[in-house]
């Protein structure tokens, strides 16, 4: 479970978010961490308008990757973005 991940990308903590990354970095994990419960953090940090937490996890993944991110559950994370007035 990766609760301070979830939750730093919730409060836009960056620097809480990239402490995480650096520990699953150090168990090889930092791809299932970001997929973690269908790109949660992705999804939480659209919903909340924190930009650089976006931006973070765009530079770690792969294009195919920001794709899924951004069209999970049927490109919710936009849809939070747009209803939270965040774009």
Do not use: C, K, W
């Not at 990766?2 to 650096?22: D, K, Q």
């Amino acid at each position: 479970d990766h609760i301070a991940f979830r939750t730093a990308a919730t409060n836009g903590h960056l620097e809480i978010f990239n402490r995480s990354l650096v520990l699953a970095a150090e168990n090889g994990g930092i791809q299932a961490m970001i997929a973690a419960s269908h790109y949660e953090a992705f999804r939480r940090a659209a919903g909340y308008g924190h930009l650089s937490i976006i931006n973070r996890l765009v530079e770690l993944s792969s294009e195919d990757i920001v794709r899924e991110m951004i069209t999970t559950f049927e490109y919710t994370p936009f849809q939070l973005a747009a209803g939270n007035g965040h774009i």
